[in-house]
T-cell receptor
Framework: GENVEQHPSTLSVQEGDSAVIKCTYS??????FPWYKQELGKRPQLIID?????GEKKDQRIAVTLNKTAKHFSLHITETQPEDSAVYFCAASDAGNMLTFGGGTRLMVKP | KAGVTQTPRYLIKTRGQQVTLSCSPISGHRSVSWYQQTPGQGLQFLFEYFSETQRNKGNFPGRFSGRQFSNSRSEMNVSTLELGDSALYLC??????????????FGNGTRLTVT
């Protein structure tokens, strides 16, 4: 089955800096890669997703890149703000709709 | 549109008991998935239902089971509870069309504590 590895497990940045979280996946059939943000005590919420026919996608300060050949994808957050502090999860799925999640990255943005 | 609703929010059970958790998906969503979230293991996939049929199953023992009703509401059951079953159980719904994924929308979860 699919295996998703996520790095780093914790990331501390200064407010205004950029943050990058990387994930690798094992199943070449995976074609959907969402990213979820989970604030303390709250539900995971989708922040951005990308499909295998696209190499990059942006939404304001957030961008995701996908390298199908190398089987890795990354989340980029620019101009970080304290409210970006949360746990971020990457995930991968084939058309069967079963998401396999990475282990999560705790992002701390210091004011 | 109402979000995914999970009940109850909190449960405390003792070892050996069984428990049933409930999930009401977003209106129109026919796919319901269940995940177990623990600090050490992250988000682990339990199973996914679509049109009352279990389509996918994760690597959990047979003590974990589920079902989906004709109105897409889903229940998850855990029998013979063990201490290690203590976790946040998250339900997620999605539209899902064959051959194309759609985003999962998570509920607030049920926090189960087994003593």
């Amino acid at each position: 089955g699919e295996n998703v590895e996520q790095h780093p497990s914790t990331l501390s940045v200064q407010e205004g800096d950029s943050a990058v979280i990387k994930c690798t996946y094992s199943d070449s059939a995976s074609n959907y890669f969402p990213w979820y943000k989970q604030e303390l005590g709250k539900r995971p919420q989708l922040i951005i997703d990308i499909r295998s026919n696209v190499g990059e996608k942006k939404d304001q300060r957030i961008a995701v890149t996908l390298n199908k050949t190398a089987k890795h994808f990354s989340l980029h957050i620019t101009e970080t703000q304290p409210e970006d502090s949360a746990v971020y999860f990457c995930a991968a799925s084939d058309a069967g709709n079963m998401l396999t999640f990475g282990g999560g990255t705790r992002l701390m943005v210091k004011p | 549109k109402a979000g995914v609703t999970q009940t109850p929010r909190y449960l405390i059970k003792t070892r050996g008991q069984q428990v049933t958790l409930s999930c009401s998906p977003i209106s129109g969503h026919r796919s319901v998935s269940w995940y177990q979230q623990t600090p050490g293991q992250g988000l682990q996939f339990l199973f996914e239902y679509f049109s009352e049929t279990q389509r996918n199953k994760g690597n959990f023992p047979g003590r974990f089971s589920g079902r989906q009703f004709s109105n897409s509401r889903s229940e998850m059951n855990v029998s013979t509870l063990e201490l290690g079953d203590s976790a946040l159980y998250l339900c997620a719904s999605s539209l899902w069309d064959r051959g194309s994924n759609s985003p999962l929308h998570f509920g607030n979860g049920t926090r189960l504590t087994v003593t």
